[in-house]
């Protein structure tokens, strides 16, 4: 069995930086935990665990990892697998009562539950969210001049410089969240929008769609209340960049490995 464990939003790993692995949990186990089902990991079953915030975990073999950081140190498919957990445990602590008559909720099948007096199903839900990768071609014509819209938002744990992002909100296509969030962001229109790549955000249920666009009209005007500063940047002078786990970092890679190929530049 491998264990992943979290504890106020910290991973336990051993001290290797493994999931931690054993027939029994490596810890003693408060009565309120109950492991969460997860997908086989390495032909092995696995679960997931929150222990209850005020308990210290007690065991030198393991160290706390927040959750983010935790990319750096393990596999692929063991952080994507720890993003899973990390979803489903959020899910199971906000769906302990009915939404609609209040009474307890237990669990049907491994990811549903089921009203315990309306009968009332609930599965994990995950928010949506844009993220936009901004292109102006240079008045010169030439790739290399070519700069990208990065930005400070003032909730960034750190001075670097991501992309625009927002939550896709009722009723929108992500075209039509995509283009509003330009416009409140930065009162900028946009055009020739494509889809480039998806990632799990599991901070705390997140679904991140990212876009690259070109610059279509209009001034750049930040967002004071969101965004604290930004720019047009060339290739050769970009800012500090968000770390690799990002999807942001993952599209501004792309952008930099555009330079020079004819099929990319904006029409
Ligand atoms: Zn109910």
């Keep these: 069995m491998r264990w992943f464990i979290f504890h106020k939003g910290n991973i336990l790993l051993t001290t290797d930086n493994q999931i931690p692995a054993g027939e029994n949990c490596p810890l003693q186990l408060q009565p309120a935990c109950s492991p969460q089902p997860l997908p086989d990991f390495e032909g092995e079953k696995t679960c997931a665990i929150e222990l ?36 489903l445990l959020y899910w199971d602590s906000t769906t302990r009562f009915c939404s609609v008559c209040g ?9 549903s539950k089921r009203c315990t007096a309306c009968g009332r199903e609930v599965w994990p839900s995950i928010s949506v969210a844009i993220i936009v990768l901004i292109r102006r071609a240079a008045s010169s014509g030439r790739k290399e001049d070519e700069q990208a819209l990065l930005v400070h ?31 409140e962001e930065t009162g900028l229109r946009v055009k020739n929008v494509s889809y480039k790549a998806s990632q799990p955000w599991p901070f705390p ?15 750049l005007r930040l967002q004071e209340e969101e965004l604290a500063y930004g720019g047009w940047f060339t290739r050769k002078e970009l800012p ?16 930099l490995s555009e330079e ?8």
């Excluded at 007690?58 to 692929?76: G, H, M, T």
């Excluded at 020079?260 to 029409?267: E, F, I, L, Q, R």
Aim: glycine share 8%; proline share 8%; aromatic share 10%.
């Design 52 to 87: 209850p915030p005020d308990v210290s975990p007690q065991d030198v073999s393991l160290q706390a990892i927040p959750l983010r950081n935790s990319f750096y140190l393990l596999s692929e498919p063991a952080y994507r697998l720890a993003g899973k957990a990390r979803e």
């Design 103 to 111: 009474a307890p909720m237990e669990r049907h099948t491994d990811i």
């Design 153 to 183: 938002a003032r909730n960034f744990a750190g001075n670097y410089y991501g992309l625009i992002a927002g939550f896709l909100e009722t009723g929108e296509s992500l075209e039509e969240c995509l283009q509003r969030e330009v416009m």
């Design 205 to 219: 249920a997140v679904l991140m769609v990212g876009f690259f666009a070109d610059y279509d009209e209009g001034e």
């Design 240 to 255: 500090l960049l968000p770390g690799r786990m990002s999807l942001a970092r993952q599209l501004i890679e792309r952008w």
């Design 260 to 267: 020079g190929n004819p099929d990319s530049t904006p029409t």
